[in-house]
């Protein structure tokens, strides 16, 4: 068996995005300057085939934060075929910031809303937006904002947003709390077709997500994607999502003509009040749990068929670990999770890693390259994590010997960090 290193396997992924970036030659796209609200933005445009007539729709697809996706971009060459036109934008890199989610939850609509008004003035085309991830904060954004600037026109050619996965988080809660919304959830009326992936962790907030759009009065149709974790994460090679990419742009378009049939709104919903965005919102250290302190009872096999079960955590401290092999940070802290095990060798101390909706052969083959010195446990639905609050991975729970929850934390640390290490051991005196 052949294991590799930690450095090693992070440059087997590197590799392979730059195999797969490289692909963006294939499809044929006209890139151009759009100037609106005083700024440049770039955009790759993939107009339909010229065997296509009387097509009236063009798609603005907006990058989540972190670059616009391969598989968006091929999407977009078949979106084509069925007579379709595309544009892609990059918000956060034509605005030269920061890629990342706190960036999609600052973004103002404004850009995206001269955008919209550019596109149609140029092609006379309906225009429907379509996003994934925190993509949907801005997009949903200059949505309102457009009807605010549109609301006496009765040529209403904004379609509709397509989400995929949407997360409209204001902030990351602290580890066990519900997470609290942006105030445009409740503030937008538009027509809207959500693509959820059962395999991602917000899947267990959509019944809340959906009661907040209510608020607002947004028509809103739902999709489960079963068995996807991304449909646009060149990761996620599932057999479930490779099916759902071939049969996406029938379901674009049908998405399309759905949102074209449903009723507009008048005006734009009420905004009731403005967003404070903190600039950081994950833990980067052990901090105290300030939810239900009492933690579940698991029952749970683990990845070689043994079954694992805990009811009783008391007398040790017990750490319980939320993660994904496709999940970056997961992978780096497994190396300090392997020698906090080590560093506790001698202590009253269990560490419980659940491994979170994944199927035991994608676990397997990954232990086949990364060494994992403790016990993965199988959570193949995310109900168990669901269970727990756990909304972003990987997340931790430290147990102290009383049996409550002691600490929480919802990012990747260095667990044999001599601070951390002292603070477990502390619990034990």
């Given at each position: 068996?052949?294991?590799?290193?930690?450095?090693?396997?992070?440059?087997?992924?590197?590799?392979?995005?730059?195999?797969?970036?490289?692909?963006?030659?294939?499809?044929?796209?006209?890139?151009?300057?759009?100037?609106?609200?005083?700024?440049?933005?770039?955009?790759?445009?993939?107009?339909?085939?010229?065997?296509?007539?009387?097509?009236?729709?063009?798609?603005?697809?907006?990058?989540?934060?972190?670059?616009t996706?391969?598989?968006?971009?091929?999407?977009?060459?078949?979106?084509?075929?069925?007579?379709?036109?595309?544009?892609?934008?990059?918000?956060?890199?034509?605005?030269?910031?920061?890629?990342?989610?706190?960036?999609?939850?600052?973004?103002?609509?404004?850009?995206?809303?001269?955008?919209?008004?550019?596109?149609?003035?140029?092609?006379?085309?309906?225009?429907?937006?379509?996003?994934?991830?925190?993509?949907?904060?801005?997009?949903?954004?200059?949505?309102?904002?457009?009807?605010?600037?549109?609301?006496?026109n009765?040529?209403?050619?904004?379609?509709?947003?397509?989400?995929?996965?949407?997360?409209?988080?204001?902030?990351?809660?602290?580890?066990?709390?519900?997470?609290?919304?942006?105030?445009?959830?409740?503030?937008?009326?538009?027509?809207?077709?959500?693509?959820?992936?059962?395999?991602?962790?917000?899947?267990?907030?959509?019944?809340?997500?959906?009661?907040k759009?209510?608020?607002?009065?947004?028509?809103?149709?739902?999709?489960?994607?079963?068995?996807?974790?991304?449909l646009?994460?060149?990761?996620?090679?599932?057999?479930?999502?490779?099916?759902?990419?071939?049969?996406m742009?029938?379901?674009?378009?049908?998405?399309?003509?759905?949102?074209?049939?449903?009723?507009?709104?008048?005006?734009?919903?009420?905004?009731?009040?403005?967003?404070?965005?903190?600039?950081?919102?994950?833990?980067?250290?052990?901090?105290?749990?300030?939810?239900?302190?009492?933690?579940?009872?698991?029952?749970?096999?683990?990845?070689?068929?043994?079954?694992?079960?805990?009811?009783?955590?008391?007398?040790?401290?017990?750490?319980?670990?939320?993660?994904?092999?496709?999940?970056?940070p997961?992978?780096?802290?497994?190396?300090?999770l392997?020698?906090?095990?080590?560093?506790?060798?001698?202590?009253?101390?269990?560490?419980?890693?659940?491994?979170?909706?994944?199927?035991k052969?994608?676990?397997?083959?990954?232990?086949?390259?990364?060494?994992?010195?403790?016990?993965?446990?199988?959570d193949?639905?995310?109900k168990?994590?669901?269970?727990?609050?756990?909304?972003?991975?990987?997340?931790?729970?430290?147990?102290?010997?009383?049996?409550?929850?002691?600490?929480?934390?919802?990012?990747?640390?260095?667990?044999?960090?001599?601070?951390?290490?002292?603070?477990?051991?502390?619990?034990?005196?």
């Amino acid at each position: 068996m052949i294991k590799f290193s930690l450095t090693n396997l992070l440059v087997i992924v590197l590799m392979s995005f730059t195999l797969c970036s490289t692909g963006l030659a294939k499809v044929k796209y006209e890139e151009i300057e759009v100037q609106v609200a005083n700024q440049s933005l770039s955009i790759k445009k993939i107009k339909p085939k010229n065997t296509v007539s009387n097509n009236k729709d063009l798609i603005i697809w907006v990058a989540p934060g972190y670059g616009t996706d391969q598989r968006g971009i091929d999407m977009s060459k078949r979106l084509s075929e069925l007579g379709l036109e595309t544009w892609h934008v990059d918000l956060a890199e034509s605005l030269f910031l920061e890629k990342s989610t706190a960036t999609m939850r600052k973004l103002d609509g404004k850009y995206l809303t001269g955008l919209i008004e550019y596109a149609h003035k140029k092609t006379k085309k309906r225009i429907t937006l379509l996003t994934r991830s925190y993509g949907a904060i801005p997009v949903l954004r200059a949505a309102r904002q457009w009807q605010l600037k549109h609301s006496e026109n009765k040529n209403f050619y904004l379609n509709g947003a397509i989400l995929y996965s949407p997360e409209l988080y204001s902030r990351v809660p602290a580890l066990g709390l519900k997470p609290a919304f942006v105030s445009i959830t409740e503030a937008t009326n538009i027509p809207i077709m959500i693509f959820q992936g059962s395999k991602r962790g917000n899947r267990w907030q959509t019944k809340e997500l959906l009661a907040k759009l209510e608020v607002g009065g947004a028509a809103v149709y739902f999709r489960l994607l079963k068995g996807v974790t991304g449909l646009f994460y060149s990761g996620d090679n599932k057999v479930a999502t490779l099916k759902q990419i071939d049969l996406m742009p029938g379901k674009i378009l049908a998405s399309i003509k759905l949102l074209s049939k449903t009723k507009k709104p008048k005006q734009a919903a009420i905004l009731k009040q403005q967003d404070n965005v903190p600039h950081k919102s994950l833990d980067i250290k052990l901090k105290a749990y300030k939810a239900n302190p009492k933690p579940r009872d698991l029952d749970l096999i683990d990845v070689f068929g043994k079954r694992h079960t805990q009811n009783n955590y008391k007398n040790k401290v017990t750490v319980v670990n939320f993660w994904a092999t496709w999940c970056p940070p997961c992978v780096q802290e497994i190396p300090s999770l392997n020698n906090l095990s080590q560093l506790m060798v001698n202590e009253k101390f269990e560490l419980i890693s659940i491994n979170y909706g994944e199927d035991k052969e994608t676990i397997l083959s990954f232990m086949e390259k990364v060494n994992v010195d403790f016990p993965v446990l199988l959570d193949p639905s995310g109900k168990e994590a669901s269970e727990w609050n756990v909304l972003v991975f990987p997340s931790t729970f430290v147990i102290a010997p009383d049996g409550k929850i002691k600490y929480g934390v919802n990012a990747a640390i260095h667990w044999d960090d001599p601070a951390v290490v002292k603070a477990l051991k502390a619990l034990l005196k």
